[in-house]
C-alpha cells in the first residue's frame, strides 16, 4: 500500500446524505471521497437509515465502491447498542431490543447472548459487520449524565460477565463488537460529548472497578465453542483524563500513548482493534485538539482506527494531517503500518477479506436473511427479555395491578411519548423540565378521582419532574411513579410510594410496561445498580 492507502484504511468515517434525495444514499461526493482517500471503514447513523432494503443497497454500493477502487472490504459499523441507542428503528422495519441495564435486570446473563445473536443476524442482513457496542462502563454515578442505562450496572463483575456474553453473541453471529469507553465513563458527572471529564480515582480503584469489564472482554473465560469466544474484536476509547494512569493535564486517554500503548496492549495484553471514539466531540475540541490534530495525535498514542463521524472536508483534512505527520517523523511508520496489519487482521478474522471480488456486503447479505429483520421472532424476544427486566421496587400504597375500573391519567414528558396510548389513559403531556403552570394543571386533573401515573426521565437532572411529584403527592393524589430511563429517578423522591423502573421506554419496554401494569405479566426485574441509602443491588418484588 501507499501511504496515503495506509492512512485511509485507518479512518473510520460518517456521512450525511443529500437532503434532497428520497432516501440517504451513497452520493458522487462520498464515493469520490472514500476512494481518493482509500477508506477503510464507515459508520452509520440514523441519518443513513429509512428502511432495510435502503440500508442493504447502501451498504453493498459502499462495498462496490471500495472493490471497484481495489481497496479491501469495508467496516460498516453503527452504535446499535440496544435501549436508548438505536439507530435502526421498528418504525423503519427493524427490531428494537432492550438495552444493557434492562437485560442486567432480568439476572440472566444469557438474555445478553441472546440479544446480541438476534441483533447480529439483523445487521449483517443490511451489511453491518461491526456493532460499536456493548458498553462496558461500570456506571456507580447517580449523576452520570451520559452512560447511565447504557451500563449493564454498577457491580464490575456483573458488568463483566453481561459485557462478554453481548460480545459473543455477536461475534458468535460474525459481527465485530466494540467494547466501551475504554478505560472506564461509568464514574463521571460530564458528558464527554461537551466537555472533558475525570476520573480522579487511583490505581487501585481503577483496577478494582473500572478495568474489570474490559480485562474479561479481552481474555474471556470460559471461552464457548461457538465462533465468538475470542477476545473482543474491538476497545474504543474514552475522551476522558485518567491521572492515575497519564497525569498528563487536559490529555484524554484516546489520546495518551500512557492509555492506549502502555495500559491497554502492554499492561492489559490487548491485540485487537483499538478505536477512537468520535474525534469531534467536545472533550477534544474543548481541551485544543481540533479533529486533525485530535486524529493524528491518537493514532501516535496507540489507536488503529480514527472515528470521524460527519462532514467531507474533515475527512480530508484529518488524512492530510495524519499522512503529513508520518513523512515528518512524528508518527513512525511503524505505528502506521501497526495499525493498518491489525485492521486488516480484523477484516480478515470476520470474513470481509474471504471472497474479496464480492465484498463483504454482499457476503453479510447472504448469511443473514433479510426476512430475520423485524421478524416475529425477534420481536418476541425483546418483548420477553424486556418484561423479565421491569422491575418494581415499591408499592406501599397497592395500586398494582392497576383496577379496571380505575380513572387513569398518565402525565408523560417528551422521553415517555406514547404511554398514554398504550394504556388508553387521559393524557398530559408536559415538558421535560415541567413548569410551575404545567405542574399546577397537571394536580388539578389529577384531582378529579383520578389515579395518577407519573413518567419520569432522568429526574434527577430535572427540578421541575420532582416537583412534580411531589406536588401530587401533596395532594394526596393516587401515585404511581414509573422511571423510564435512570432507575435513580427515586433517589429525587424517595417517599413515593408506588415505582418502578423499566431502563427506556422503547416499543419492547413500553409493551412490556403495559403488560406489568395491567398485571397480566409479573414483574420479575431486579435493581442492577444501588441506589445509595435506598436500595441495595438486587432489590426488587
Request: glycine share 10%; proline share 7%.
Amino acid at each position: 500500500m501507499t501511504l496515503e492507502e495506509k492512512v485511509g484504511q485507518v479512518m473510520m468515517i460518517g456521512f450525511d446524505p443529500d437532503a434532497g434525495r428520497p432516501a440517504p444514499e451513497l452520493t458522487p461526493e462520498f464515493r469520490a471521497l472514500l476512494q481518493d482517500l482509500h477508506i477503510g471503514g464507515v459508520v452509520y447513523f440514523e441519518r443513513n437509515v429509512e428502511s432495510p432494503a435502503q440500508l442493504a443497497k447502501l451498504s453493498a454500493d459502499l462495498q462496490e465502491g471500495a472493490w471497484q477502487n481495489g481497496d479491501p472490504p469495508l467496516l460498516i459499523s453503527i452504535d446499535q447498542e440496544g435501549g436508548r441507542v438505536a439507530r435502526l428503528k421498528e418504525a423503519r422495519g427493524f427490531t428494537e431490543f432492550p438495552g444493557a441495564m434492562a437485560i442486567a435486570a432480568t439476572g440472566d446473563i444469557e438474555n445478553a447472548r441472546r440479544i446480541a445473536r438476534a441483533l447480529a443476524e439483523e445487521l449483517l442482513a443490511v451489511g453491518i459487520n461491526m456493532d460499536l457496542a456493548p458498553d462496558l462502563d461500570v456506571n456507580n454515578n447517580p449523576d452520570n449524565p451520559v452512560i447511565g442505562i447504557r451500563s449493564f450496572g454498577s457491580d464490575p463483575q456483573a458488568v463483566a460477565a453481561f459485557g462478554v456474553a453481548f460480545a459473543q453473541g455477536l461475534q458468535a453471529e460474525g459481527v465485530l463488537a466494540v467494547g466501551k469507553h475504554f478505560p472506564g465513563h461509568g464514574d463521571t458527572g460530564a458528558d464527554s460529548h461537551v466537555s472533558l471529564p475525570t476520573v480522579p480515582h487511583d490505581r487501585a480503584r481503577l483496577e478494582a472497578v473500572e478495568f474489570v469489564p474490559f480485562r474479561a472482554a479481552i481474555h474471556p473465560s470460559p471461552v464457548p465453542q461457538d465462533g465468538g469466544g475470542a477476545g473482543v474484536g474491538g476497545i474504543m476509547s474514552a475522551h476522558i483524563t485518567f491521572p492515575a494512569v497519564d497525569p498528563t493535564p487536559g490529555l484524554a486517554a484516546t489520546l495518551s500513548a500512557k492509555v492506549l500503548t502502555g495500559l491497554l496492549r502492554d499492561e492489559l495484553g490487548y491485540d485487537g482493534l483499538a478505536l477512537t471514539d468520535s474525534l469531534e466531540m467536545g472533550a477534544l475540541g474543548t481541551s485544543g485538539y481540533p479533529v486533525p490534530m485530535a486524529a493524528a495525535t491518537s493514532l501516535k498514542a496507540g489507536a488503529d482506527v480514527l472515528t470521524i463521524s460527519h462532514g467531507l472536508e474533515i475527512h480530508r483534512q484529518a488524512h492530510a494531517m495524519v499522512v503529513d505527520w508520518v513523512r515528518r517523523g512524528q508518527i513512525p511508520q511503524k505505528r502506521l503500518d501497526e495499525a493498518v496489519r491489525r485492521v486488516l487482521a480484523a477484516k480478515e478474522r470476520f470474513g470481509l477479506l474471504e471472497d474479496r471480488g464480492q465484498g463483504a456486503g454482499v457476503r453479510s447479505q447472504e448469511s443473514g436473511s433479510r426476512s430475520q429483520v423485524g421478524s416475529a421472532e425477534h420481536k418476541a424476544l425483546s418483548r420477553q427479555v424486556a418484561a423479565q427486566g421491569i422491575t418494581l421496587l415499591r408499592d406501599d400504597a397497592g395500586l398494582l395491578p392497576l383496577k379496571a375500573d380505575a380513572k387513569l391519567l398518565v402525565i408523560e414528558p417528551p422521553a415517555a411519548a406514547g404511554m398514554a396510548k398504550a394504556l388508553a389513559a387521559l393524557s398530559f403531556t408536559v415538558s421535560a423540565n415541567p413548569t410551575a403552570a404545567e405542574i399546577t394543571t397537571a394536580v388539578g386533573l389529577a384531582r378529579d378521582g383520578c389515579t395518577v401515573i407519573v413518567a419520569t426521565a432522568d429526574a434527577k437532572q430535572s427540578a421541575g419532574q420532582a416537583k412534580l411529584v411531589r406536588a401530587l403527592l401533596d395532594a394526596k393524589v393516587p401515585t404511581i411513579v414509573v422511571a423510564v430511563r435512570s432507575p435513580y429517578d427515586l433517589l429525587a423522591f424517595p417517599e413515593v410510594p408506588t415505582y418502578l423502573a423499566t431502563y427506556g421506554l422503547n416499543p419492547p419496554a413500553l409493551d412490556a410496561l403495559v403488560e406489568v401494569l395491567n398485571g397480566r405479566v409479573k414483574s420479575q426485574g431486579r435493581l442492577p445498580v444501588e441506589l445509595p441509602g435506598l436500595y441495595k443491588e438486587g432489590a426488587g418484588q
